[in-house]
């Protein structure tokens, strides 16, 4: 026979299975020195599961349901209200019933209850069902109290509770019920407190909602209400609602809403000093669960009560400083177009491959900013550049600064210390405009990757790990070679420079763009036009065509040669592989899946561009791309002559066209190199993974994924792994994929947001920043996963962000819209390239614009319109 009782004095953490998650919050609160809690007692999620074990047809039901998908709403109504009847219907056992109703007995038989719903898988730290659950207020007597407890064991199947399960993989069978029962509380007030701001996440801001009478009008919707905000027990912000309406007790049973009289109607709900005294008693439960808290209170005659806590599950993480100081954090993703959660092997590496420390958040990188925005010396140059890249960083920094009290401001005064090695160094002489220096740098690069590719053939166990340790300093070597850099600056700043003077002379916005279309060694944008000449090989053969609308299975390529013309489309795919195949969406993760391991990914885009495009499209786009840039320079030249001093304005002008076009293209050479050899590592370190797998130490070969570079090094040289910690890697990447990252982050938590400050576009325009010239109007396809892209010729694609993995579809579309995004990021350098209308950082543009609506982009000025 199982428990099917409990009083909270019995209860602790480990009970969370018996009792579920708002439970188990409830005896841990009623623990907490100086917390009232309203007395009551759990019935266990045994009692759940014999009432689910007489009823025959659920196993059936639930079979069913665990085939639905989530977006089958329909279907899910259904046998989900089936299953609630099933269980309603339940009689329950004269034994159960009398263990459930003997503490009424203690607490008072003809009290008023809250009967409350406590699933397994509710207010836990990975997932928040806040509200997924019945709740039934002001029970009265043991006959509705057990109706009440059918009710909340039938409400795990609401519509709602299912879907959410649908859509985040849990098994239906394993989240049981238990029901919790509390004597009612009669509020004056009673809201919700949240002990970081749920907003902008400040951990060190506490925010109160507070509404008359009970809670449950808040929490619904009913009413507004009062809002205060707290930090260091004063309150800094109010906003006094207008409350029409509070409920309260029915003397029937349950609850009425009561109008408010209008004397009473903007008076606050609390005091201040009540406020700041609730707000305390919510550190104090912060503390107690490590972590802060979403508390449900109510206010009686004798003071606070806590009804419920839970784990605010939506903030995002704090980068780990280790010390008390104040920290600036900048997104590293947003600058790599890549804003979605990594695993750790992925982090690790690529923190390893850093030129400066990051710090890990979330499943997401970031740079600590502080030390440069402290110092006047490096604020400036620190401001413009990251201004530059994305003007929301920079905006969002300058609002830190300007609040004067979170950055303390260092003297520059003083004797500088040198670095190591003596004098600081002269700055290096200007590089000469000299095609042959980029061909040099190319080559130096590819000539490493194949001796990579060579030498760790022969290297495995921990032999393996070191030598990809010891690779990652020849990486860091080529990436931050000196000359390189030199390079990419000088092709960055005579695009600055272009901009800038064809503006102040000619009154040209962002000429720049069209002279760097079509320019050598881009890397990127020739990947584009190399899958066009793919599709050239396959069109004229019928049958390799039809086969490619049908391919499900990795292994398409060796079923190729069968066909007319296979081999010739094997080889052309295959080729492109060779030297494209180790990109991928998110390529920065090395865990990702690449094209090499994944080639159907590329089916649809071929299919495409045979259906779109005439043979001989890439040369064709090449060069008009091509006559379009020389095009505009005459036309420039031509208008600079002319003006006073013309001549010299003319030829400065020319010589800074050619050093763009000589060196913008290599920009993107560095990532693609690092990227090749990430893919070399992968494979090495998958195949090492392999064998680990069939000698049992690891049961699958991607839970490397979940394990650091160091860890998997540890795992590789004792044969020991912690599976217990790879599991809640696995939990924990869940979680934070459902997080969006700040651009900007402080230690205190909050994401600081930034603006673009401009007045220059019309009403209702959605504002960016523009980074490729031209204006263009055409349907929107909102794209979220490049997989599920159908575009045909002049679409407009609106996505959150693209890293070089999108280029090919770049061939297809007229335009660009990105939420993320800046001046110089691949999205941008390959819109300018292909002649694509670009406008990047428009916040939440994949949910203001609809797919399928027309919209105009305005590339040149910076913003959308949606069109009627």
Avoid at 288 to 313: A, K, M, N
Avoid at 525 to 537: F, H, I, K, N
Avoid at 652 to 680: A, L
Wanted: glycine fraction near 8%.
């Amino acid at each position: 026979m199982g428990c099917y009782v409990l009083s909270f004095q019995e209860i602790d953490q480990t009970w969370v299975a018996v009792v579920g998650g708002k439970g188990m919050h409830l005896a841990e609160l009623a623990r907490i020195a100086g917390i009232r809690v309203p007395v009551g007692f759990c019935v266990t999620t045994d009692a759940f599961q014999r009432i689910m074990a007489q009823a025959p047809s659920l196993d059936a039901q639930l079979d069913r349901l665990s085939r639905l998908k989530p977006d089958d709403r329909e279907a899910i109504r259904a046998l989900s209200a089936e299953i609630r009847r099933t269980l309603e219907a339940s009689a329950i056992p004269d034994d159960l019933a009398a263990a459930i109703t003997r503490p009424l007995a203690r607490l008072g038989e003809h009290a008023a209850y809250a009967v409350r719903s406590s699933a397994t898988a509710e207010d836990l730290p990975a997932a928040s069902f806040a509200g997924q659950q019945d709740t039934y207020l002001n029970v009265v007597g043991p006959a509705a109290i057990l109706q009440h407890v059918s009710r909340c064991w039938a409400s795990l199947f609401t519509e709602r509770a299912v879907t959410y399960r649908l859509r985040n993989g849990l098994d239906q069978r394993k989240v049981h019920m238990a029901v919790v029962v509390q004597r009612m509380v009669f509020p004056r007030a009673a809201g919700i407190l949240f002990t970081a701001d749920p907003v902008t996440g400040n951990r060190k801001v506490a925010s109160v909602e507070a509404s008359f009478g009970l809670g449950e009008a808040l929490v619904s919707g009913l009413v507004n209400a009062d809002v205060y905000k707290v930090r260091d027990g004063q309150v800094i912000a109010k906003t006094i609602a207008t409350k029409q309406l509070a409920i309260h007790a029915s003397p029937a049973g349950g609850t009425q809403a009561q109008a408010i009289a209008p004397e009473r109607r903007q008076q606050p709900a609390l005091t201040d000093a009540q406020v700041v005294r609730l707000a305390q008693l919510g550190r104090r439960i912060e503390a107690h669960f490590g972590r802060p808290q979403d508390i449900e209170w109510c206010l009686d005659d004798d003071g606070f009560q806590i009804v419920q806590s839970r784990p605010i599950t939506t903030l995002f993480p704090i980068p780990a400083a280790g010390d008390r100081e104040n920290h600036v954090y900048v997104s590293v993703g947003h600058g790599q177009m890549m804003t979605d959660a990594m695993k750790p092997l992925g982090i690790s590496v690529f923190q390893l491959t850093a030129a400066r420390p990051m710090y890990e958040a979330g499943g997401r990188l970031f740079v600590d900013v502080t030390l440069g925005l402290a110092s006047p010396a490096s604020r400036a140059g620190l401001l413009d550049v990251l201004g530059k890249g994305d003007p929301l960083i920079g905006d969002a920094l300058r609002t830190i600064l300007d609040r004067g009290d979170f950055i303390p401001s260092l003297s520059d005064e003083g004797p500088r210390a040198a670095p190591a090695g003596g004098a600081p160094p002269a700055p290096p002489a200007p590089i000469a405009t000299d095609p042959a220096i980029v061909t040099e740098l190319i080559e130096r690069s590819q000539a490493s990757i194949t001796a990579l590719r060579r030498d760790i053939q022969t290297k495995s166990g921990p032999a393996l790990l070191d030598f990809i340790l010891a690779d990652i300093v020849e990486l860091k070597r080529i990436l931050f070679d000196p000359q390189s850099r030199q390079v990419i600056m000088a092709g960055m700043e005579a695009t600055w420079w272009l901009n800038e003077q064809l503006r102040t002379w000619l009154g040209e916005k962002n000429a720049a763009d069209t002279l760097t279309q079509s320019v050598p060694h881009n890397v990127t944008s020739e990947m584009g036009l190399a899958l066009l000449d793919v599709a050239d090989v396959i069109r004229p053969h019928a049958d390799v065509v039809t086969f490619l609308r049908h391919v499900q299975d990795e292994g398409f390529l060796d079923e190729l040669p069968r066909l007319a013309g296979g081999r010739e489309a094997r080889d052309a795919i295959q080729a492109w592989l060779n030297t494209y195949g180790m990109r991928c969406v998110g390529e920065i993760d090395i865990t990702r899946p690449r094209w090499s391991e994944y080639p159907t990914t590329l089916v649809p885009m071929i299919l495409g561009n045979i259906e779109h495009f005439a043979p001989g499209a890439a040369k064709r786009r090449f060069e008009h791309g091509r006559r379009e840039a020389w095009q505009k320079e005459q036309e420039l030249l031509e208008r600079l002559r002319v003006l006073p001093d013309g001549e010299r304005k003319a030829e400065e002008v020319k010589r800074m066209i050619d050093r763009v076009r000589t060196f913008i293209g290599y920009r993107e050479y560095p990532k693609y190199g690092m990227i090749s050899r990430y893919f070399v590592y992968k494979r090495a370190l998958l195949a090492e993974a392999e064998r680990l797998v069939r000698t049992h130490v690891l049961r699958e070969q991607e839970d490397i994924f979940f394990l650091t570079f160091q860890e998997f090094h540890d795992v590789v040289r004792t044969h020991q792994v912690d599976d217990q910690l790879i599991r809640q890697r696995k939990d924990a990447f869940r979680l934070y994929q459902a997080l969006t990252p700040p651009r900007v982050l402080t230690s205190d938590g909050e994401a600081v947001a930034g603006s673009y400050r401009r007045e220059d576009f019309p009403a209702g325009a959605l504002v960016g920043l523009p980074v490729s010239a031209g204006t263009v109007e055409g349907r929107a396809r909102v794209i979220l996963d490049m997989a599920e892209a159908n575009l045909e010729p002049g679409d407009i694609l609106v996505t959150p962000h693209t890293d070089p993995s999108w280029t090919p579809l770049f061939v297809t579309i007229k335009g660009l819209v990105t939420e993320v995004g800046g001046l110089m990021t691949h999205g941008a350098v390959i819109a300018r390239e292909y002649g694509v209308a670009a406008v990047v950082g428009v916040e939440h543009a994949t949910r203001l614009i609809r797919d399928g609506q027309r919209i105009r982009v305005y590339g040149t000025d910076g913003y959308v319109e949606i069109l009627p």
